[in-house]
């Protein structure tokens, strides 16, 4: 049926039971672990994940929403890097928790009008990642909205007894990020500027890949790509979290939103100095004529998904080494402080390293990130 459809028909033409039985047979629905069997649940009423996995213990989830024209816009993004994105942001949760991947459930409201080549390139490339992650596709939902709206529900498992929360940092933990912050605000502010250039008249519902390889070359599409497409940090929160990190968060609002809600949960202050966030070439490179902008992209910018842990001085060099091997950097940036009442309702502070930096930066204009006080 769907090999003889028109790419121009649209998803109301096929209706739900069409569009479930397409799901059913991708390849994400089959995932085989072990000797565990290989049946697909969808279209059914629910699953038993005893038929997935028996062996599962110490289950954790984690839920996410990204609806159209609040966390995306579908004139921006491809759709298969939107159906990949929606997975990687989901996935960065169970990896703050130290969780290995395991299964998922998907929910769709899809626009009445919205053609089914779109809808089909969306479900290969979700299928696609999920088969790449190890993760299979249990069931959802499919129903009819006036906006798209992407709900996922992801499933893992954690070898620890309990999950790392982001509550349990203490005094004297060091604060330290994987990987580099700032590349995914700035390749937001590249399409931006981009699609502003656009005329609405000639754009079609997605950019193609293509398109966005032409516009962008270099460091730029390299940053462009790190907002499109994050990065797994899977491996090296189930790392972390077997050599004992502390407490863990992944970094999808920023360095100082998400610090905030780290360091209110574990009623500490956080202390960082922001010489020592870590910035790629490509970031510097691109800012190289205003070098405090990409600054400011690693400090405030969101979207990074990397993580944020707290770790005992003496388990870093451990923890570093490891993460190294398999090819993802960590770096001190901080540390915790003892946090008095008065103080934890602030959230955190930050030291600067002089007060020509604290100006020149000018952070406190961020109203969004209220509750940081800034030290000079």
């Excluded at 000797?35 to 599962?56: E, F, K, Y």
């Excluded at 502390?246 to 010489?275: N, P, V, W, Y």
């Excluded at 091997?325 to 770096?331: E, N």
Aim: aromatic fraction near 6%.
């Amino acid at each position: 049926m769907f090999s003889q459809t028109s790419s121009k028909c649209e998803i109301s033409n096929l209706g739900e039971n069409a569009i479930v039985e397409y799901i059913r047979n991708l390849p994400c629905t089959r995932i085989r672990r072990g000797d565990s069997a290989t049946t697909s649940w969808v279209g059914s009423d629910c699953a038993d994940l005893r038929t997935l996995a028996p062996q599962l213990s110490n289950l954790v989830m984690s839920k996410d929403l990204l609806i159209e024209n609040v966390h995306f816009l579908t004139k921006w993004i491809p759709a298969d890097w939107l159906a990949a994105k929606s997975l990687r942001v989901n996935l960065s949760d169970l990896a703050a928790g130290g969780a290995t991947p395991v299964s998922c459930l998907l929910g769709l409201a899809l626009p009445r009008n919205r053609p089914w080549s779109w809808l089909k390139v969306f479900l290969d490339r979700f299928s696609k990642e999920c088969v790449l992650q190890n993760v299979a596709l249990l069931g959802g939902d499919v129903t009819e909205s006036e906006t798209l709206v992407i709900s996922l529900t992801v499933m893992g498992s954690s070898e620890a007894s309990q999950a790392v929360s982001r509550a349990q940092a203490k005094t004297g933990d060091l604060l330290c990020v994987t990987g580099n912050l700032g590349d995914s605000a700035a390749g937001l502010d590249l399409i931006k500027s981009w699609v502003g250039e656009k005329s609405e008249k000639s754009r079609s519902l997605s950019p193609s890949a293509n398109e966005i390889f032409k516009k962008f070359s270099g460091d730029q599409r390299r940053l462009v790509l790190r907002h499109y497409l994050p990065r797994n940090r899977r491996m090296a929160g189930v790392q972390l979290a077997s050599m004992g990190v502390r407490s863990m968060m992944d970094l999808s609002d920023g360095l100082l939103g998400d610090a905030t809600k780290m360091a209110r949960a574990s009623r500490c202050q956080f202390h960082f100095e922001i010489s020592k966030i870590p910035i790629s070439q490509a970031l510097k490179t691109v800012c190289a004529e205003t070098p405090q902008r990409a600054l400011k992209y690693a400090v405030v910018g969101g979207e990074d998904y990397e993580l944020l842990c707290a770790i005992e001085p003496s388990r870093f060099s451990r923890c570093a080494s490891e993460l190294l091997r398999h090819g993802c950097g960590l770096t001190v940036i901080g540390r915790v402080g003892a946090g008095r009442e008065s103080d934890v309702d602030m959230g955190a502070s930050v030291i600067w390293e002089s007060e020509l930096e604290a100006r020149e930066l000018d952070l406190a204009d961020w109203r969004s990130y209220e509750g940081f006080r800034f030290q000079t």
